[in-house]
């Protein structure tokens, strides 16, 4: 069992930058995938990030690709994600969430923990 908690979203201008981190419970989170999610409002949730267990492979969305950047600390059982150039069209709730899966999942259906999701906003 993981439980996770989304921190650091907000507001902020286009072309400006935020830091999520996802904090997580239990002793086992270096055996998880970790990925970012999000959803904006009328929208489905989509694929953001994914980080391997050791955090030394990662994959992003082709809209994300460039501009965020997913890291892990298993020491403090938490994974970030780094939002540069943000862009109005990245406003959504951003959701951190686990996975079994070692192959960099990117499918919803393969994480079995979700946190509660942190706003993000981007003015124009």
């Known amino acids: 069992q993981v439980q996770l908690v989304e921190s650091g979203g907000g507001l902020v201008q286009a072309g400006g930058s935020l830091r999520l981190s996802c904090a997580a419970s239990?002793?086992?989170?270096?055996?998880?995938?970790m990925g970012w999610f999000r959803q904006a409002p009328g929208k489905e949730r989509e694929f953001v990030a994914t980080?391997?267990?050791?955090?030394?492979?990662?994959y992003y969305a082709d809209s994300v690709k460039g501009r965020f950047t997913i890291s892990r600390d298993n020491a403090k059982n938490t994974v970030y994600l780094q939002l540069n150039s943000l862009k109005p069209e990245d406003t959504a709730v951003y959701y951190c969430?686990?996975?079994?899966?070692?192959?960099?999942?990117?499918?919803?259906?393969?994480?079995?923990?979700w946190g509660q999701g942190t706003q993000v906003t981007v003015s124009s």
């Open positions: 969430a686990a996975s079994r899966d070692s192959f960099l999942p990117s499918r919803i259906s393969a994480y079995a923990y």
């Open positions: 239990g002793r086992t989170f270096s055996s998880y995938s």
């Open positions: 980080i391997s267990v050791s955090g030394l492979t990662t």
